[in-house]
């Protein structure tokens, strides 16, 4: 729209001059000025991808006609844009070829037009006001550009640095804490393994073992993605869990006491990596809530392969002792969604009436 308006306004202010200023006319028929100063209008429009056609309607506007609209939008155009000084020094070589030549059809003609040109101070005026002053506000506009982009990317800079200190901050406090705390119940579950004398502690404390271990693979991964800026080459990060690994994250459900059941609808197929990956997640955090919650609960876990979604539904039934009192962020079901949705899918949780609770996902695959 604001190089439609620059067209309209060159078209009227080009018609302008060439109808005449104070009384003294171009000359030509009103159709020839109509079209010269079409032409104009429609140069300028074009600036919106290049600004050399309408140098050229200036260059000829001028040197035959003394049409000085398009010239002065062109000098602006040119002190905004042109960054080498060749190419400064040839468009002003050029403007000056254009008022020598003006200067010579002045003389040949008579008139205004060669009072104009022979005149000095009037040559010298039109030389500034057409060229020099819109050419001075094309570099105040191309600097105050450069300027602005310039404290963009030192503000982006900023933003980069305290994001990646921020980062580092989080992994050494994770470092600290978290990795701390699991390494010892891992090497708590290795002595408690090797020492006792119960086969089933041992192999409880084998699992426990094994599940902190992995806990300690993931950290870590985590921790090197925080504590890299770059993007990091996909072999140094271990792969994330697809929804093959379900049966074996439901074996760890049954080893700590959980009575999981499993039951798969429909023709089992290959969906995309997004959505077994959130697949999976659902069913994760879902256990997890189980085990917090209603660890002695039977917990049924249906997939049912839909032609355009793949369905996730975990529904465990009434616990029958107190919850376990385990401690939690209680920002596992909003992320949650937050994933499924992503992916254009729906989650539902909810109570049920005999006092269980439900979490389904339908996910488009």
Not at 56 to 62: D, E, I, Q, R, T
């Amino acid at each position: 729209m604001r190089f439609v308006l620059l067209g309209a306004a060159m078209f009227g202010l080009s018609l302008f001059v060439l109808q005449g200023q104070a009384g003294a006319p171009s000359g030509l028929p009103l159709p020839a000025e109509l079209a010269v100063a079409a032409a104009a209008g429609l140069a300028a429009w074009w600036t919106r991808r290049s600004w050399w056609p309408l140098a050229a309607v200036a260059a000829v506007g001028h040197a035959l006609l003394l049409l000085w609209p398009p010239l002065l939008a062109a000098s602006y155009h040119a002190g905004r844009d042109l960054v080498r000084g060749r190419d400064v020094a040839a468009y002003l070589g050029g403007c000056a070829a254009v008022f020598g030549a003006s200067a010579l059809m002045g003389a040949w003609r008579d008139g205004v037009r060669e009072v104009l040109a022979a005149t000095p101070g009037n040559a010298l005026f039109m030389a500034l006001a057409v060229v020099g002053l819109p050419f001075a506000l094309g570099l105040w506009t191309r600097a105050r550009r450069e300027l602005r982009r310039r404290a963009e990317r030192e503000q982006i800079m900023r933003a980069e640095q305290v994001r990646a200190q921020e980062r580092a901050r989080i992994a050494r406090e994770m470092h600290d804490v978290v990795a701390h705390r699991v390494s010892l119940i891992v090497l708590h579950a290795g002595a408690l393994e090797v020492r006792t004398g119960d086969e089933e502690a041992a192999r409880t404390a084998a699992l426990i073992g094994g599940i902190g271990r992995e806990a300690l693979t993931n950290l870590r991964d985590v921790l090197g993605v925080l504590r890299t800026t770059g993007r990091r080459r996909a072999e140094e990060v271990a792969p994330p869990p697809t929804f093959a690994d379900l049966d074996r994250l439901l074996d760890q459900s049954r080893a700590l006491g959980v009575e999981v059941v499993r039951h798969d609808e429909g023709e089992a197929r290959e969906v995309e990596p997004a959505v077994a990956r959130t697949a999976y997640r659902v069913v994760q955090e879902a256990l997890t809530n189980v085990h917090r919650h209603a660890a002695d609960a039977r917990t049924d876990v249906r997939v049912r392969y839909r032609p355009e979604a793949l369905e996730v539904e975990v529904r465990n039934r009434a616990p029958g002792s107190p919850p376990a009192g385990l401690p939690g962020a209680g920002w596992g079901l909003v992320g949650l969604r937050e994933r499924v949705e992503l992916l254009g899918g729906t989650l539902r949780t909810s109570a049920q009436d005999d006092g269980g609770f439900l979490v389904a996902a339908r996910i488009p695959a």
